[in-house]
């Protein structure tokens, strides 16, 4: 009833898996995660926060292998979304820092979160004894 395919199929992406290139998971989360600390990086930098700055910057550079590229590109946003947003992307990093077992980028991630929320409620922070 049917005709059976003669050619090959169109959908095939080639004969040597090889041929084009492949990451593990873990590689693909330590991409995710310098992009998620690299655009926490670029808002931090806008804040003024040098301090902060560093720890981030330090963290891309051990994920990418090279110092992130930082400018100073202004946004115009105000302080407080600039701290909510900051807010999220330090949460993003720290998901993907706990799926990936990366304990560094996780409390550095959790730390910058802890920030945020204090300049967002106006409170200082605590040290834990």
């Known amino acids: 009833m049917y005709e059976p395919i003669r050619t090959k199929s169109v ?18 989360l330590d991409i995710q995660l310098a992009g998620h600390l690299s655009a926490l990086l670029a808002v931090t930098d806008e804040l003024g926060d ?13 994920l990418r292998g090279a110092p992130p590229a930082r400018h100073a590109g202004l946004s115009g946003a105000s302080p407080e979304a600039l701290h909510r947003k900051a807010h999220a992307l330090a949460g993003r990093a720290l998901v993907v820092a706990a799926s990936r077992a990366d304990t560094s980028a996780a409390i550095l991630a959790a730390e910058r ?11 200082p922070l605590v040290a834990a004894p």
């Open 11 to 28: 959908h095939t992406t080639a004969d040597d898996p090889g041929a084009y290139p492949h990451r593990s998971r873990e590689e693909e």
């Open 113 to 123: 979160m802890d920030a945020h929320t204090a300049a967002l409620t106006g409170s």
């Open 50 to 62: 040098g301090e902060g700055g560093e720890l981030i910057a330090r963290q891309v550079a051990r």
